[in-house]
């Protein structure tokens, strides 16, 4: 089985581990003695930050400033395949656990490096999702003229992940012809940018900036929220002429052979007057009403719900897996696509036992380190085991 060693917090590393574990892989957390990952103890609308990023892997509460804590995990990191290092910059050059040196250990091992800001002149640059949004402009697009807004979920932090993984399985891959592993240099500003690429694309060939795109519109004129009499919100999609031809007509909107309306070029022109004369027609529709003639016809829409309305979601249902924390059963999504291993987030230093005797210390070796403060496990500091949600 693979083994990855996971040395990260809140969401950037914990979610390239969670990938990880779900695909099958061993992932040994490793986390501070006594203090665990920060998200541990956040609470309010970060409350399920930990449990959520966290389930399905191994937790070693393993002090790596201590000299005796390095020498445990050098050890660790002879038998293992890929390291995610998701700490601040320089922060493992520091503890002497660079790439270089954990690579002249072992030649195979694969070094997933995810900080905020890539190699390059910033990459001292201490950052977090939010920040990096701002600087990359997904902030800008995201909101309004002088109002810049997050996006609603730590999507860069996610999104680096996944660019992570994604390399490291092409370093798997590449390992099985060179039997060497390599350092990987992923860093959320330059995912961001990645994600504005179409915008950066579009500003070179149309010359002009971009207002924020809730502001400039999207390619299609036909493509926002519309009111029902009930008050629920539908957003339609309507993105080719033959949609609108049959949208025209089902929605007896009466333009249906209205000149220029015929192409999409068109009716963007006029979107402003063809949402007001269809939010008239919504308007005194039952949501149910208007969501039969849309699927009936076959074009797109959606309704408006909370990520806590998916909980009881039709469509949902089929990719929430059951873990437990602290006592308390929670359904959360699986990874998409299916994953093979799904268990609980793990109680700091819970497998630290386990993990020390494969790696051949004695019970009078572990009780003194865990006396020295180099090693916990679970039940042997009983702050470690607070939860902090309600």
Request: charged share 25%.
């Amino acid at each position: 089985m693979v083994r990855v060693i996971e040395i990260g917090h809140i969401v950037a590393g914990p979610s390239a581990g969670l990938l990880f574990s779900e695909l099958g892989y061993e992932v040994i957390k490793i986390e501070k003695p006594g203090e665990g990952d920060i998200a541990r103890r956040l609470t309010e609308s970060s409350a399920g930050a930990f449990p959520f990023y966290n389930r399905n892997k191994k937790s070693m509460a393993l002090d790596l400033g201590n000299p005796e804590g390095r020498e445990i995990f050098l050890k660790l990191i002879r038998d293992s395949d890929i390291v995610i290092d998701n700490l601040g910059y320089g922060a493992m050059q520091r503890m002497h656990l660079s790439y270089q040196e954990l690579s002249s250990l072992n030649g195979k091992l694969i070094y997933l490096s995810i900080k905020g800001y890539g190699a390059g002149p910033m990459e001292k640059r201490k950052s977090l999702d939010f920040p990096i949004e701002i600087h990359s402009g997904v902030a800008y697009m995201t909101g309004l003229t002088n109002k810049p807004m997050r996006v609603g979920g730590s999507m860069i932090d996610m999104g680096a992940a996944m660019f992570g993984v994604i390399q490291a399985l092409n370093a798997l891959l590449e390992r099985q012809e060179t039997g060497k592993g390599r350092f990987i240099d992923i860093g959320l500003f330059e995912t961001a940018m990645f994600f504005m690429g179409q915008h950066i694309a579009t500003y070179q060939l149309n010359h002009r900036e971009l207002k924020p795109l809730n502001e400039e519109g999207f390619a299609w004129a036909i493509y926002d929220f519309f009111d029902t009499s009930d008050g629920k919100k539908v957003f339609i999609a309507v993105t080719t002429d033959s949609q609108w031809k049959i949208f025209c007509r089902e929605m007896r909107l009466g333009l249906c052979d209205s000149p220029g309306l015929e192409k999409n070029e068109g009716r963007f022109i006029r979107r402003e007057e063809l949402h007001s004369l269809i939010q008239e027609k919504t308007i005194m529709m039952k949501r149910e009403e208007l969501i039969n003639i849309l699927q009936t016809n076959n074009i797109a829409y959606s309704e408006l719900k909370t990520p806590w309305g998916l909980l009881s979601d039709e469509q949902a249902e089929r990719n929430l897996v059951s873990e437990t924390y602290f006592g308390k059963e929670l359904m959360v999504p699986a990874i998409p696509g299916g994953g093979t291993n799904y268990g609980n987030p793990p109680i700091l230093g819970q497998d630290t036992m386990e993990i020390m005797k494969e790696l051949g210390y004695s019970d009078q070796e572990i009780a003194q380190l865990i006396d020295s403060k180099t090693i916990s496990s679970a039940g042997s500091n009983v702050t470690d085991q607070v939860s902090t949600f309600h």
